[in-house]
C-alpha cells in the first residue's frame, strides 16, 4: 500500500434531491472528474485496480439507509471501469467475513445489481495481510486483500450519527477495511472513546480513500447507525481529502469540531483546518443544508464531558450509557454474542444477556442487532 491522501482543504457540497441515476451520474462525475485533479491523476486508469468501497453495515435493504445507496456504488463504479480500471466493490462488514455471509448482504444491499450494471466485479477475497503503519496508537493492521492491493479507493459512505463515534462518514467508513471480526479486537482494545477515534484516523491514514463521496440525500440521525431515523437533507458531498470532507459533514449535523472524536483528532493532527469556515467548499453554501440532528443515545456529551477522569476513569466509565436488551424485541439469533468485543452477552432462556461488569460500551450489539432489540440507558449526566 503505497497510498497517500491529499491534505487539500478542497471540499465539494451540491444539491441533490432524490437518487435518480441521471442526475447522479452528472454529479458524481462531476465530483470525481475534480477530485482527480486535486490528487493530480489523470483519466486514464488501463491496468490499475481500484476499490469502490461502500458501508455494507448488515443485511438490509437500501431504503433502509443503513448501507451505501447501491445507487451511488454503481455510477462510481461504471466511472473507473469506462476508464480502463478494474474494479471491485469491496467492504468488510460486521459479522463474519466469508462468502455465505457477504454473498446475501451483497444482495440484499443491491451491490450485487450495482455490480452486474457497472461492469465491477464484487470481492469474493476473503483473505487479508498484515501492514505495518506508524501511527498514534496503532503499529499493524490486518486489511483486507483487495484494498490491501489496489492503486485508488473511492470511499462512498452514507452521512450518519454513531451511538460510539457520534458521527460516520468517510473515516469510519474505512473501519471496514478490517476483516469481519477482527473489528471486536480493535474494540477491545481501544475501549476509550478518544483512543478508538485516534485508531480510526490511524487505520483511514493507512489505507488512504483518495476519493470520498458522500450520501446526504437521505441521512440517519438518532441512534445511528442501523437503529436511527431516515432525514432529507437533500444534499450530497466530496472530497479529496477525507477529513476534510469530514469536518464538512459533522458541521452540517450541527456538531462542533471537538464533538466528533475522528474530527478532534484529525484537528489535532493537522489533517484538516480547525473550523468548517476555513474549509473551501466549492457549490452550495454549507448554512443551507446545516440541521441539528438529533442526537444518538450513547452520545458523549452534556455534563458528563466536563466530568474529571477521576479515579483512573472508573467514574466517567461507570456514568457511560450502557445497551440494555428489549427482551419482547430480541428474537434470540445471537447475533450480538457473535460480535461482542468483550465476551459479555450471553443467551440465556432464548434472548440475549448483557453483563454489565464485562460492558467496554462500543454499542456494537445495538449496531448490529438484525431486530433492533437493544436500547441505550442514558446516564441523568448525559442529559444536563
Aim: net charge positive; charged share 25%; glycine share 8%.
Amino acid at each position: 500500500m503505497k497510498r497517500l491522501i491529499t491534505l487539500t482543504n478542497r471540499v465539494y457540497l451540491e444539491k441533490c434531491e432524490e437518487y435518480d441515476e441521471t442526475v447522479l451520474r452528472e454529479k458524481l462525475t462531476y465530483f470525481i472528474d475534480n477530485i482527480l485533479k486535486d490528487n493530480g491523476f489523470s483519466s486514464d486508469f488501463s491496468g490499475k485496480k481500484v476499490v469502490v468501497k461502500p458501508n455494507l453495515l448488515a443485511k438490509r435493504t437500501p431504503d433502509a439507509g443503513v448501507t451505501t445507496s447501491p445507487v451511488f456504488v454503481k455510477i462510481a463504479a461504471e466511472y473507473f471501469v469506462k476508464r480502463g480500471a478494474a474494479v471491485t466493490i469491496a467492504d468488510s462488514p460486521g459479522g463474519l467475513y466469508n462468502a455465505s455471509s457477504l454473498t446475501a448482504i451483497y444482495r440484499t444491499t443491491g451491490m450485487t445489481d450495482a455490480a452486474s450494471g457497472s461492469g465491477a466485479v464484487l470481492n469474493e477475497d476473503y483473505g487479508y495481510q498484515t501492514v505495518t503503519f506508524d501511527g498514534e496508537v496503532t503499529k499493524n493492521l490486518h486489511i483486507i486483500n483487495p484494498i490491501a492491493e489496489c492503486d485508488l479507493i473511492v470511499n462512498v459512505c452514507r452521512l450518519k450519527t454513531h451511538a460510539l463515534c457520534e458521527m460516520t462518514a468517510a473515516v469510519k467508513n474505512m473501519f471496514g477495511s478490517i476483516p469481519g471480526l477482527q473489528k471486536a479486537e480493535q474494540h477491545a482494545r481501544f475501549p476509550q472513546r478518544e483512543k478508538f477515534a485516534s485508531q480510526l484516523v490511524d487505520l483511514c491514514l493507512a489505507t488512504a480513500p483518495q476519493i470520498n463521496l458522500v450520501d446526504i440525500i437521505v441521512a440517519m440521525e438518532g441512534n445511528g447507525p442501523a437503529s436511527g431515523t431516515l432525514k432529507k437533507v437533500g444534499a450530497i458531498a466530496a472530497g479529496a481529502n477525507p477529513f476534510a470532507v469530514d469536518l464538512l459533514c459533522s458541521t452540517l449535523m450541527g456538531y462542533q469540531p471537538n464533538e466528533v472524536g475522528t474530527v478532534a483528532e484529525s484537528i489535532k493532527r493537522d489533517l484538516c483546518p480547525k473550523e468548517s469556515t476555513e474549509l473551501t467548499v466549492i457549490g452550495e453554501n454549507p448554512r443551507d443544508y446545516t440541521h441539528e440532528f438529533v442526537r444518538p443515545d450513547g452520545s458523549a456529551g452534556g455534563l458528563f464531558k466536563q466530568l474529571p477522569n477521576m479515579f483512573g476513569g472508573k467514574l466517567q466509565k461507570w456514568l457511560e450509557p450502557r445497551p440494555v436488551v428489549n427482551e419482547k424485541k430480541c428474537i434470540g439469533c445471537g447475533e450480538c454474542k457473535k460480535c461482542c468485543p468483550a465476551d459479555t452477552i450471553e443467551m440465556r432462556n432464548k434472548k440475549a444477556f448483557i453483563i454489565n461488569e464485562k460492558c467496554i460500551k462500543c454499542y456494537c450489539c445495538q449496531e448490529l442487532c438484525p431486530a433492533k432489540a437493544i436500547n441505550i440507558k442514558r446516564s441523568i449526566f448525559f442529559k444536563l
